[in-house]
T-cell receptor, first 111, second 116 residues
């Protein structure tokens, strides 16, 4: 079993929908939680990071971390076709730059 | 500010050969990390270099090695290539500051390696 599990999708939604992306993890030592977006033929780019439990909002994006359930979420409001990409969750256990990634969820937002 | 660059972008090799990939980090970044991305295993951490020293290492065989030069540029080498080494190899650079586990990592576009 992988340390970080993520539904691969694909997840197809109409433009303007609210999107919910999720990851579960097993390592209770994880402290930092990140969401990356990866377009085809590109490297991942950081969307948001959260330290420990709680919520964080940035524009149309909201990240939530529930450490008691070992569950993290990314919500995208008013989704746009340009949001179509693979979304990767990643976690860090205070060991520097060694990130553990989920397998990624492919999101398609249809006009 | 220029981003992370990786060369070459595409490579085709045959089993048993070796390959060297190159990564130039963002100016001022001293940490370079390497990741392997495959459809089956996703993104997996290979190793991190900081100030020419390996600082962290993932769970990969010794055929995978790397080094970092004094200008922070890094190379990754894979010897005795196997079919399963076909993947997108990504490098990420960061400031690499100690004392804080959050260092935003900026990824390059990757090198697509195909082993035949």
């Amino acid at each position: 079993q992988k340390e970080v599990e993520q539904d691969p999708g694909p997840l197809s939604v109409p433009e303007g929908a609210i999107v919910s992306l999720n990851c579960t993890y097993s390592n209770s030592a994880f402290q930092y939680f990140m969401w990356y977006r990866q377009y085809s033929r590109k490297g991942p780019e950081l969307l948001m990071y959260t330290y420990s439990s709680g919520n964080k909002e940035d524009g149309r994006f909201t990240a939530q971390v529930d450490k008691s359930s070992k569950y993290i979420s990314l919500f995208i409001r008013d989704s746009q076709p340009s949001d179509s990409a693979t979304y990767l969750c990643a976690m860090n256990n205070n060991a520097g730059n060694m990130l553990t990634f989920g397998g990624g969820t492919r999101l398609m937002v249809k006009p | 500010k220029a981003g992370v660059t990786q060369t070459p972008r595409y490579l085709i090799k045959t089993r048993g050969q070796q390959v060297t990939l190159s990564c130039s980090p963002i100016s001022g970044h001293r940490s370079v990390s390497w990741y392997q991305q495959t459809p089956g295993q996703g993104l997996q951490f290979l190793f991190e270099y900081f100030s020419e020293t390996q600082r962290n290492k993932g769970n990969f065989p010794g055929r995978f090695s790397g080094r970092q030069f004094s200008n922070s540029r890094s190379e990754m080498n894979v010897s005795t290539l196997e079919l399963g080494d076909s993947a997108l190899y990504l490098c990420a650079s960061s400031l690499g500051r100690r004392g804080s586990s959050y260092n935003e990592q900026f990824f390059g576009p990757g090198t697509r390696l195909t082993v035949l």
